[in-house]
């Protein structure tokens, strides 16, 4: 079978090296608009074969993955399906689902088409960061499953067990607003925090002289790609402001508790924080 990833970053290269590890009779096309992280992703074996456009690799794949910035998913995917061929099956592995799949919803192609969505990663990007074993025990989520080949959905499904990924089905808008809590808000939280010790610290060395692990865990997210998810907040724009609405909301709720000093208060709402360790723990 022959595999297609557009786009070797970490996602990509990831899933590429963990499928030649795990499958046999496989060859892998890899090509990336970043001439370096291509030539990369070849000397590290990500990949078996580079192509010298994403045309070439659309060409070579039976399956094609596409992991690479949301906005260009949004923008390319048309054109892409436009030049599939009965065989083929194309994936991307977008964070946001909503504006991507309204994008081919009317498609002719649409049954060829997976919305999917790995829940895996770390702050790390570029082919460098990639292992094999970044998709062990985590989360598939696949979106309009109905729109999609019943055949391919399975098969798909059986891939991902495989790599030690379970599935879950989604609508996009379902997807959306979930991972706008879940994900994209971690992510704000990160950078904000950041750039507040960044201000209030300039002495570099001081912030990782007096830092804790709790800081380190809480802003580790801030390492993340500004390519990558500046346009995942945009094409997420109105989950992520509801998502962020909620938050300041009891934010300002603690504020507010500990400028009055009401001791009592501040112990409820901490007790009741906690009981996020049920579903954590």
């Known amino acids: 079978m022959n595999i297609s990833v557009i786009g070797l970053g970490l996602i990509g290269g990831s899933y590429a090296?963990?499928?030649?590890?795990r499958f046999e009779d496989l060859t892998i096309y890899g090509w990336d608009e970043n001439a370096t992280n291509l030539k990369k992703a070849a000397e590290l074996g990500l990949i078996d074969?580079?192509?010298?456009?994403?045309?070439e690799?659309?060409?070579k794949g039976t399956w094609i993955l596409l992991a690479i910035p949301v906005n260009t998913i949004e923008k390319d995917l048309p054109l892409l399906l436009d030049q599939l061929t009965e065989d083929q099956v194309l994936i991307d592995f977008g964070s946001t689902k909503k504006s991507i799949c309204d994008g081919v919803a009317d498609h002719s192609k649409r049954n060829q088409f997976i919305a999917a969505h790995p829940?895996?990663?770390?702050?790390?990007s570029g082919p460098e960061a990639a292992f094999d074993s970044l998709f062990?025990?985590?989360?598939?989520?696949?979106?309009?499953?109905?729109?999609?080949n019943p055949d391919s959905i399975e098969a798909f499904r059986k891939q991902c067990k495989v790599l030690g990924m379970s599935t879950t089905y989604l609508t996009a808008?379902?997807?959306?607003?979930?991972?706008?809590?879940?994900?994209?808000?971690?992510?704000v939280i990160s950078f904000?925090?950041?750039?507040?010790?960044?201000e209030k610290e300039e002495d570099e060395s001081k912030i990782l002289d007096l830092a804790g692990s709790g800081?380190?865990?809480?802003?580790?997210?801030?390492?993340?790609?500004?390519?990558?998810?500046?346009?995942i907040f945009l094409k997420n724009r109105t989950a992520v402001l509801e998502s962020l609405d909620s938050y300041l909301s009891k934010i300002s709720e603690f504020r507010n508790l500990l400028n009055e000093k009401d001791e009592s208060g501040i112990n409820s709402y901490l007790k009741e924080s906690r009981a996020i360790r049920k579903i954590l723990d």
């Open 17 to 21: 090296l963990s499928l030649k590890k």
């Open 49 to 55: 074969e580079s192509c010298s456009s994403a045309d």
């Open 57 to 59: 690799a659309l060409s």
């Open 119 to 124: 829940i895996s990663g770390t702050e790390y």
């Open 136 to 148: 062990e025990n985590k989360v598939m989520i696949v979106c309009e499953k109905e729109k999609s």
């Open 173 to 187: 808008d379902e997807h959306d607003i979930h991972l706008a809590y879940v994900s994209h808000l971690s992510h």
């Open 192 to 198: 904000g925090l950041s750039r507040t010790v960044l």
């Open 215 to 231: 800081f380190a865990s809480t802003v580790r997210l801030a390492k993340s790609s500004p390519e990558m998810w500046t346009p």
